[in-house]
């Protein structure tokens, strides 16, 4: 399960892939996840405004990762409003689109 260091809440979306290969999930609603590794395994947990964190997995059958360092520097949430313009912006032209030919 992966949490927020803020708050402790669960956190979905998290990417856990295991590091140097393309094997890899991410968490659910719950902030769950479920990925076979290999033996001694490093996962990596990224995210949009997060600090990436690697942890070695070892012998262990279960890992939790707690206290996951949101970003909030100025650049990160700069980088997060143009994404969302540029969201918008896709689904406004797709609207277009859709008014003028009647098909996406």
């Known amino acids: 399960m992966v949490t927020g260091s803020n708050d402790g809440l669960a956190i979905s979306g998290i990417w856990v892939v295991e590091k140097g290969s ?3 999930t991410t968490t659910n609603l719950d902030g769950k996840y479920e990925i076979k590794i290999g033996a001694d395994a490093i996962l990596v947990f990224n995210y949009i ?4 964190v690697e942890v070695t997995v070892g012998s262990k059958k279960e890992l939790n990762v707690n206290g996951v360092v949101l970003l909030t520097t100025k650049s990160d949430k700069i980088w997060i409003l143009v994404l969302i313009w540029i969201l918008v912006f896709k689904l406004i032209y797709n609207i277009k689109i859709y008014l003028a030919y009647g098909k996406w």
């Open 49 to 52: 405004g997060m600090k990436q």
């Open 22 to 24: 393309t094997n890899g």
